[in-house]
């Protein structure tokens, strides 16, 4: 959620006013304006704006507020073709139907509401169970309001669990660090601001495929040290970091110094990705089954399948989540432990999830997740076979095979073949414009391909890699449950005409054309919120050298 500011009226009114674009438009109130014929034929129409700041003295009918409403939210890009986000767009109309008839639940009302409690229990024993949970331990887990939150609580409860040890054998308590790589998302730099620990960021680099570096961690681990951070999956390039081998450094370490630092797995995407996929996480353990990895977040409402607004963490035993941690709430006649960031939460969100987990079962999340996995391929090779642009994600690649060799040794799948003939990875097609492309068309940017595929209603984001790799910038496609074959099929088609028109055209600048930079726009953008556009990002508070980005996630 971007951090908004309070917006002055009475100024941003002016400013409208002033600009030429609002010379033609009136500004009347007339009374009586509840008595519409049709929400067209309300004040708002054409004689009054909707208040944007303050609230009205004088209502306005539903119908013609919902039509007002939904007008300006035409405006909005289209959902399936957000190919920016991980978040899903799409469920089925029986889910769809199970949260509107429990859009009014409340997750922190469990006396009230016991049978969406007992669904929100037994989604955390599937997930356990899913993500290897060991027989002799007892997993504990709890649904959240998604990753970053889930995230927050697996870091507490690292912090605390190193608290209390360090208070054991009488040692400082007031240095405590976190390891996490560059290309890690928001949350997990927030977790430590937040929580005051420090964040040793580690740089990615080509070499290490985009991802942390387990040499790195080898030599920024010591006693301070309240675990790591690995991911499951970047939201820069889809790679899956390498958890067995960060796991086996730790062993090591431990059996050096006697110094025991956990993981905590912040698969976001891949928690609901490599149990399914026949690829797995590409090596032979990446979760419980690693005694090193205590704690596994992911987000329900990406490859999970859910609708915005769940997620989900669970810790190997209940002996990793400090017991000091726990509320024991006494709430409208009920007890129950808690242990979130939030009291008040959506309910509905659980129940889609415990549908999907039941509904689909094993067999269908993992033909969604192969089928996300084939047309991810599909559009990698499609991209690379031009000439014109290279991959930076290899989930396209034979297993082992990261870089792209010749591209007349580019092959297309065959019949049978799965994710496990290629690099694990996530469904995510990370690419730029070739080196010879560039040189023979120097004057075509790369950002304009974004913009022009935006004006064909594609939402695909152009941005540089992570810091001291931030030279290379990528457009980047998230290939979700919705992308059917003809779907895929007429972006393949989009992406090459659009790249055909600039190679044709003489070189044009359309910084004016992209989106947001409409001055009516800017004018209200720049009173309410605290962030720069793109054009303004060298005045932002921090350059991109420093610390965790946020991406597109």
């Keep these: 959620m971007s951090l908004a500011r309070h917006v002055d009226p009475d100024q941003i009114i002016q400013q409208l006013h002033d600009h030429p674009s609002k010379s033609h438009q009136h500004h009347l109130h007339i009374k009586n304006a509840a008595s519409t014929i049709t929400p067209y034929s309300s004040r708002y129409a054409s004689q009054a704006e909707v208040s944007k700041f303050v609230i009205p003295k004088e209502g306005a009918p539903a119908d013609a507020v919902h039509q007002m409403l939904k007008d300006e939210l035409d405006l909005d890009g289209r959902p399936n073709l957000n190919l920016a986000s991980f978040v899903g767009t799409y469920m089925e109309r029986e889910a769809e139907q199970l949260m509107m008839e429990n859009l009014s639940k409340n997750m922190s009302d469990a006396d009230e509401y016991p049978a969406m ?29 998604g990753s970053s939150e889930a995230i927050h609580l697996g870091g507490l409860a690292m912090k605390r669990r190193w608290q209390e040890r360090r208070g054991k054998e009488g040692k400082d308590k007031s240095k405590p660090n976190i390891l996490m790589g560059s290309n890690a998302q928001v949350a997990l730099e927030k977790f430590a601001r937040y929580f005051e620990v420090e964040a040793r960021i580690l740089d990615v680099s080509e070499d290490s495929l985009y991802r942390l570096d387990p040499e790195l961690v080898k030599k920024n681990i010591d006693e301070n040290t ?11 390039t889809g790679h899956y970091e390498p958890v067995e081998a960060i796991s086996t450094i730790l062993d090591k370490y431990e059996e050096e110094t006697g110094i025991d630092i956990p993981i905590h797995l912040d698969a976001a995407s891949g928690g609901f990705i490599a149990p399914f996929t026949h690829a797995k996480a590409g090596g032979p353990k990446w979760n419980f089954e690693l005694p090193r990895v205590k704690s596994i977040n992911a987000s329900g409402h990406k490859f999970g399948l859910v609708y915005a607004g769940v997620g989900w963490i669970i810790w190997r035993d209940q002996s990793y989540l400090p017991k000091h941690l726990i509320f024991e709430l006494h709430y409208l ?30 067999d269908g999340y993992r033909t969604i997740m192969e089928n996300c996995m084939a047309n991810a391929r599909l559009l990698s090779k499609s991209l690379e076979a031009t000439g014109w642009y290279e991959c930076v994600s290899d989930i396209h690649r034979p297993k082992g095979q990261h870089k792209l060799r010749k591209f007349k040794d580019i092959k297309f799948g065959g019949e049978g073949e799965t994710s496990a003939d290629y690099n694990a990875g996530l469904p995510v097609v990370a690419f730029h414009l070739s080196d010879a492309f560039k040189e023979e068309y ?17 939402i695909i984001p152009n941005y540089p890699l992570p810091p001291k790799e931030e030279k290379t910038e990528i457009l980047r496609i998230v290939v979700r449950e919705s992308m059917s074959l003809d779907l895929l099929d007429r972006l393949i088609t989009d992406i090459i005409s659009v790249t055909e028109q600039l190679m044709n055209s003489a070189p044009i600048d359309l910084t004016p054309f992209q989106h947001g930079t409409a001055a009516v726009n800017h ?15 060298h005045k932002a508070r921090r350059p991109m050298d420093k610390g965790v980005h946020r991406t597109v996630c």
Excluded at 118 to 123: D, I, L, Q, T
Excluded at 446 to 451: H, R
Aim: contains cysteine; charged residues 15%; glycine residues 8%.
């Design 442 to 458: 120097a004057h075509v940017k790369q950002e304009s391909i974004s913009t022009l595929l935006r004006a064909k209603q594609y």
């Design 117 to 145: 409690m007992a669904m929100h229990a037994r989604c955390v024993s599937i997930l356990s169970h899913l993500w290897g949970v060991q027989k002799e331990e007892s997993a504990v887990g709890t649904a959240t309001t």
């Design 333 to 362: 006649g009920g007890t129950e432990e808690s242990y979130t960031l939030n009291f008040s939460r959506p309910g509905a969100q659980v129940i889609a999830q415990y549908y999907n987990l039941i509904h689909l079962g094993f």
């Design 226 to 236: 309240i675990g790591v951070f690995v991911i499951l999956g970047s939201t820069y």
């Design 523 to 537: 004018v209200e953008k720049q009173a309410q919120s605290l962030g720069v556009d793109h054009h303004n990002k």
